[in-house]
């Protein structure tokens, strides 16, 4: 029989072994009542293109925002900006895959849409930036007021232009399928048409790229030579159509209302072939966009549907102010 030293020992023993037990049991219950996880969500954030400075900025603020939500960020996108083909596979190999949410920026307005539905009937949340979709199942939008840009746009013009006596509009569009790229364009015709010098409006369609842009441009001018302003709606466009006046020389007839900063574009401001710049928020669009599908993915409901970020019009003659600076270079 064990004296009343080691007696004391073995019942100390005892309950040092039940109160380990009764708390272990309490951690597993509080674990599986509160669905933690033994790893991180995992969030795919798809957009229209890898390459550009706006989709990098996007990526850079997304980034930040896995960095602080400790998410699993895996980031994509087709090497061919109008290819929504692509886009659709991405999101179904991502449901597929286990993803616990999608920020995504639509191609296709309507071919896009068909795959974020089946992202959300398999409980996968998605949430649209920049571009939007086609499907009432999106959980969040998060963009530029892309109609109210494209007013904004309008404004540029009448301020570059006000020595002009007639306004021989052409616009320089992408995608006609890319809902942003429409909005943009409905803004801008609808309040341009208020003034009565506009004596005629005339749109192209091109490719999302530069090259297509400069011909388009080079097109648009070759065939429509009274053509004294010309307005486009993102950084590929802006690029193309910069280059067109560069390579023609006709920075003094042409005033140029561009989207979208990059070093290329900011130069062609300062050197005249670009007039003005609305300089959207691609950091904050990807920043938000992972922020709220993190939030989603713990159970969370959003209070706000639509998120729309900050845009501004930065000319030549302010460029230079700090405050302009940082919105032109926020990104670097």
Same mark, same amino acid.
């Given at each position: 029989?064990?004296?009343? %030293? ?22 597993? %219950? ?21 390459? +550009? ?20 960020? &895996? ?59 086609? +499907? ?28 002009? &006596? ?6 320089? =569009? ?53 053509? =004294?302003?010309?307005?486009?709606? =993102? ?14 020389? =006709? %920075? &003094? ?38 922020? +709220? ?40």
């Amino acid at each position: 029989m064990p004296n009343k %030293k080691n007696l004391k020992w073995y019942v100390a023993v005892l309950l040092f072994v039940a109160a380990t037990a009764f708390l272990l049991n309490v951690s597993y %219950k509080a674990y599986i009542d509160t669905g933690a996880r033994s790893s991180k969500y995992r969030i795919s954030m798809i957009m229209k293109s890898t390459d +550009s400075e706006f989709f990098k900025s996007v990526f850079s603020g997304g980034n930040a925002a896995a960095t602080e939500y400790n998410v699993e960020l &895996d980031t994509m996108g087709p090497e061919d900006e109008e290819d929504y083909e692509t886009q659709n596979e991405m999101i179904r190999e991502a449901v597929d895959g286990g993803s616990d949410g999608i920020v995504f920026s639509a191609v296709d307005f309507n071919a896009n849409g068909e795959a974020v539905d089946y992202a959300a009937s398999k409980g996968v949340p998605v949430v649209i930036i920049d571009s939007d979709v086609n +499907s009432d199942k999106v959980s969040r939008r998060i963009s530029t007021d892309n109609y109210e840009a494209g007013r904004m746009a309008a404004r540029a013009v009448i301020e570059a232009s006000e020595g002009f &006596d007639e306004f021989h509009i052409g616009i320089v =569009n992408f995608d006609r399928n890319t809902e942003n790229g429409r909005q943009r364009e409905q803004g801008f015709r609808e309040a341009i048409s208020t003034d009565e010098r506009v004596q005629s409006i005339e749109s192209t369609y091109v490719l999302s790229t530069v090259d297509d842009a400069c011909r388009g441009t080079k097109e648009l001018l070759a065939t429509s030579p009274e053509t =004294n302003v010309i307005v486009t709606f =993102n950084e590929w466009t802006s690029l193309g159509v910069g280059k067109a006046i560069y390579d023609l020389g =006709n %920075k &003094d007839s042409v005033s140029v209302i561009a989207f979208d900063s990059n070093e290329v574009c900011v130069n062609f401001l300062e050197t005249g072939e670009v007039d003005a710049l609305i300089v959207q928020n691609p950091y904050a669009m990807g920043y938000l966009g992972v922020e +709220s599908a993190y939030r989603l993915a713990e159970g969370e409901e959003l209070s706000e549907d639509t998120v729309y970020t900050e845009t501004t019009i930065v000319t030549r003659e302010n460029m230079f102010e700090p405050e302009y600076q940082r919105i032109l270079f926020k990104y670097e």
